[in-house]
Each structure stands twice: as structure tokens, then as C-alpha cells.
């Protein structure tokens, strides 16, 4: 016998039903069926409404990424203006993606306004110019071409004076793999030519090598046309969430990672060839009809997707540089993610609206604790808890509290909750249950602590 799952059939909170197994599967059957049969309903009305607006199936995208990118295509790319970064042009680019940046500068802080910007990506889509037409390398100072062209360069870095907030952003190399840190100091980068521009008044930056482009706007009238289509619905109306969500995932796609795996079915010699040629992923042995093997295929890499990594990574950094206006200001800076800041003053009146680009109010928080990136937890002025907890399934059930008492150094809390954890060869998927170790992260910047071991502070790490 089995007990119903309570999102599962009906289930009396306070009488627990026992079920037997013929019941609970016919239970478990009806769930799955109701699901599917949602979803399809679902897929359907997505299906007529991309196909009304845009004159697009669905069937011929399988992720919102590629329908993004069809929708730019057919309606809004101008002909032979962006051009495709392949081989060893692709991987240098791809250096300079680093992303958002997200970092915890004080850990511990009273009445804090929490502002989030309105659609950060399509905002700086909208308005900065991009990388288009032929890729040229270059060797040297370009930036005596002045900013009439848009370039990608390695550069050799150093801070004039120690900032508390730095805002170049690098990939660095730790024990526990590669971290995205802002360091004081020098240290060497990939570098845009808009980050060049915004950071010369705190920065000494040597360029080397790279590539340079022609730039243009490329986005504006896309950007446009779906804010405002979005702006026709409420928010609770599917045609208002897919616009958000084509808006968003246009740029990622232009900096696809090329896919170099190859999946076949095949005897035990070629299985045996394969190992000696290539990297074997995984396989699974299906007896006397062979194996099915998932293995990585160098050549793939030349017959890369059409993509242009400099478009993604320079929405990524021209991000960056609006974040970066709010940094080393008067006011202190609690925490920062992608498109949100932490403060304990408010911002101007003129920063703050439903546009595009202004920042929305989230939340004041009366008493938050910040214990690293993506890490936090605090009690708003109408009394709500909020707490965020990287890669944990449950953190509102973590006590504020204990919460709290990680602010000591070195002290953690020990969590559990399942994960899933899937297996091709084996055909399976199992559900652990995994200890979660919580404690403040000293990996992107470093703590200054009291005698008594309390964290009260942080500082950039600073390189030689």
C-alpha cells in the first residue's frame, strides 16, 4: 500500500487516506494525462498566437531562444550586416562573455531599498550600437581611431587608485574552477571597446590585439516594436509574458556555444574505433543490437551555428557599464545582481518609473543579511521574509535567525533536500537527499571581519 502524494488525486490534510496500489496507480494515471493534456492545450494557443503575429510555427523551434532569433530574421535583420564568428575568432570573443555582474559588498544592513531596472538587456539593446559588417583583426593602439569603430581587444590592466567597487569584470582561475570577480590591481583581459570608454577615468588600460567592426543599431525598431506590443496586454496575458520572454532571449542566442557532441547507434568495432578516436561521453549497451554512444566530434566545431559572439557578449557588457554608474557613488552599495541594486537611500525621482530602462522599487527591507552572490535574506517593511539561496529548493523555510548567525565567520548551517540526478547509460533517474552546507562566500571579494570573527565588511581582491 502507498500513500497519495498530496498534490496527487484528493487528499484530506487532516485524515491520511490510505491507498491501495490499484487506486494510487489509477490516481497517478488520471495526474498525468490532466498534465498532458494541459500542456497540449497550452502548446496549441502558443502555436495560433505566434503564428497570427509573426507568421511562424512553433514546431519548427524547440526553444524560445531560436523562435527569438526567427522572429529577428524574418522581420528585423537588416541583409548582410552581421557577420559569423567562427574557430579561433569565436573562442577569443567568447572571453569577453562574462555576463552579469553580481557581487555582495556589505553584509549586513538596515532599511535598504531593493531596485530592479526594467528590462536591463532590451534597454541596452535598444539604445547602444553594435558590432556589424566584416570582422577585421587588428595589432596595436586603436583607440586613436577615437569610437568610431566597434573593436574587441586583449588588454593589459591595472586600477589608478583602489576602488571599493570595481566594475571590470574577469574570469579567474580558483581551485573550485572559474569565478567572475572585479579585482583591484592589474590583470589582463579581453576587453570591448564601450567598457575601454566607460572605465578610463579609473583605470589604466594598454590594448593589444583584437578584432574591430563596423557598429550600428540593430535592435531598436525589434526592441520597440515588442515593448509596446507587450505594454497592449496585462500582465497576466500570455501575449505580455511572450513578448518579455522574446525580448529577453534574442541576444543569448547569437552567442550559442557551438555543439561538438554526436550521438550514434553502432556495433562493438566501431564502438571500439570511436574510443580511440574521440572522447566518449556516454553509451548505453543495447546487447546484441549494439550500443548507442554520445561522443565528441572536433569537426563539428568548423560547421558551427550561425552565430556572432560579439553581439551577445556586447549586450552583456554594455550592461555592465549602465550597472556600473551606480557603483562608487555617495551612497553605499549593499549587494548587486545583473539588474538590481541594494542601497539605503533612495534613488532620484528621475531614475525611478514603469519606462524601460528606469528602475522599479522591489522592496525596503527594514533588516537583510547578505552572505555572498545570489545569497540572501531579509525582512521587508511590511513584515514579509525573503530569503534567496543559490542552488537550495527551500530557502524560505531557512529561520532568519540562523540565517543571521552566519554572519560569524566560518559558521554554517547544514540543510537537506532532494535533487534529482538523471543517468543515460542506466536509464534512470534518482531522487538523493543531499546535505546543502550554507555559509558566507569569500570567493569574489574579501571579508574584513571584527575580533570576534562577525563579518562587517568586504574589499576587492586586488592582484599583482
Not at 187 to 206: G, P, Q, R
Amino acid at each position: 500500500k502507498y500513500y497519495a502524494h498530496k498534490d496527487v488525486g484528493h487528499y484530506n490534510k487532516d485524515i491520511k487516506k490510505v491507498y491501495s496500489y490499484s487506486e494510487w496507480l489509477e490516481l497517478i494515471v488520471a495526474y498525468c494525462n490532466q498534465d498532458c493534456t494541459v500542456l497540449y492545450d497550452i502548446l496549441i494557443k502558443f502555436k495560433k498566437l505566434v503564428y497570427l503575429k509573426w507568421n511562424l510555427n512553433i514546431e519548427d523551434y524547440p526553444t524560445i531562444s531560436s523562435l527569438a532569433f526567427a522572429i529577428y530574421r524574418l522581420h528585423y535583420l537588416p541583409e548582410n550586416k552581421i557577420a559569423i564568428t567562427r574557430g579561433k575568432i569565436f573562442y577569443f570573443i567568447r572571453e569577453s562573455y562574462t555576463g552579469g555582474s553580481t557581487d555582495m559588498f556589505k553584509p549586513y544592513g538596515q532599511n535598504i531599498y531593493a531596485y530592479d531596472v526594467n528590462s536591463l538587456y532590451p534597454f541596452v539593446m535598444k539604445d547602444n550600437e553594435y558590432p556589424v559588417g566584416p570582422i577585421n583583426d587588428f595589432e596595436g593602439d586603436i583607440t586613436i581611431l577615437g569610437q568610431d569603430k566597434y573593436w574587441i581587444s586583449q588588454a593589459k590592466v591595472s586600477t589608478k587608485n583602489d576602488l571599493r567597487e570595481p566594475y571590470l569584470q574577469i574570469h579567474h582561475k580558483t581551485n573550485n574552477g572559474f569565478r567572475t570577480i572585479s579585482p583591484n590591481g592589474k590583470f589582463d583581459m579581453i576587453i570591448h571597446s564601450s567598457e575601454y570608454f566607460n572605465a578610463i577615468k579609473n583605470y589604466n588600460i594598454t590594448i593589444g590585439q583584437g578584432y574591430f567592426f563596423n557598429q550600428e543599431n540593430i535592435f531598436e525598431k525589434f526592441v520597440d516594436d515588442l515593448y509596446n506590443l507587450r505594454l497592449k496586454y496585462p500582465k497576466g496575458d500570455p501575449m505580455n509574458y511572450t513578448c518579455k520572454l522574446i525580448m529577453n532571449y534574442l541576444y543569448g542566442r547569437f552567442g550559442m556555444k557551438p555543439i561538438t557532441s554526436q550521438q550514434e547507434f553502432v556495433d562493438k568495432e566501431k564502438f571500439l574505433e570511436l574510443s580511440q578516436e574521440h572522447t566518449i561521453n556516454d553509451f548505453i549497451d543495447l546487447d546484441e543490437s549494439g550500443l548507442f554512444v554520445s561522443y565528441e566530434d572536433p569537426k563539428l566545431i568548423r560547421r558551427s551555428a550561425n552565430v556572432n559572439v560579439a553581439v551577445a557578449s556586447a549586450v552583456t557588457a554594455y550592461a555592465r557599464i549602465y550597472m556600473s554608474k551606480f557603483k562608487n557613488q555617495k551612497y553605499p552599495l549593499y549587494y548587486s545582481d545583473t539588474d538590481s541594486i541594494y542601497i539605503d537611500e533612495k534613488l532620484p525621482e528621475e531614475l525611478v518609473g514603469d519606462k524601460i530602462g528606469q528602475f522599479k522599487l522591489e522592496n525596503i527591507f527594514k533588516d537583510i543579511v547578505f552572505l555572498g552572490p545570489k545569497i540572501y535574506a531579509g525582512i521587508t517593511s511590511n513584515e514579509e521574509y525573503i530569503c534567496k539561496v543559490k542552488g537550495y529548493k527551500n530557502p524560505n523555510l531557512i529561520p532568519y535567525k540562523e540565517f543571521k548567525n552566519l554572519l560569524k565567520h566560518n559558521k554554517s548551517l547544514e540543510l537537506h533536500h532532494d535533487k534529482w540526478f538523471r543517468s543515460l547509460s542506466k536509464s534512470e533517474i534518482l531522487i538523493k537527499d543531499q546535505v546543502y552546507n550554507l555559509v558566507s562566500t569569500e570567493n569574489k571579494r574579501e571579508f574584513i571581519k571584527e575580533d570576534n570573527g562577525l563579518i562587517i565588511d568586504t574589499s576587492a581582491f586586488k592582484f599583482d
